[in-house]
């Protein structure tokens, strides 16, 4: 286990559907920005409250002009967390500022590529079965109650 701080950052991304003539505006929060800060609690909350101020979103960056200043709403919810409401002409975003200890970490490996015989066989038999999807309890645990 580590004991590294990392600041986050999240964007409301939305994106806007039209279905048989409807309009559907879709939100969904994208992680945009992970700052490593260091062993420091303390240090990381401040790194998170000085995001909050001063991040603009990339939506709101690429309409803006040198001096343009958005106007900005922060809020620090009781977790800790921070959400920002940020505006400028007729655009508005929402952003989340969160601090986060990593508490693990594991490189993706992938499997060696297939031979040629593997190849046909899989064409011959189709798909291998999908992974079982996660459960809990894992299986050999007795449920505790």
């Not at 401040?46 to 690429?62: F, N």
């Not at 959400?83 to 992938?110: D, P, Q, Y």
């Amino acid at each position: 286990m580590t004991a590294e701080w990392y600041v986050l950052i999240e964007e409301d991304t939305r994106i806007t559907e039209r279905p048989e003539g409807v309009e559907l505006r879709l939100h969904r929060w994208m992680l945009v920005g992970t700052h490593h800060i260091g062993r420091d609690e303390a240090e990381a909350a401040a790194a998170a409250e000085d995001a909050a101020l001063h991040y603009i979103p990339g939506v709101l960056a690429r309409h803006m002009q040198p001096g343009d200043e958005p106007a900005r709403h922060a809020f620090l919810t009781q977790d800790g967390a921070w959400v920002v409401l940020v505006r400028h002409r007729h655009r508005n975003c929402h952003i989340r500022v969160t601090t986060a200890r990593l508490m693990h970490s594991r490189e993706g490996k992938e499997a060696p590529p297939k031979s040629l015989k593997e190849k046909f066989r899989s064409a011959m038999e189709g798909p291998p079965p999908p992974a079982k999807p996660w459960t809990w309890p894992p299986a050999g645990r007795p449920e505790q109650d």
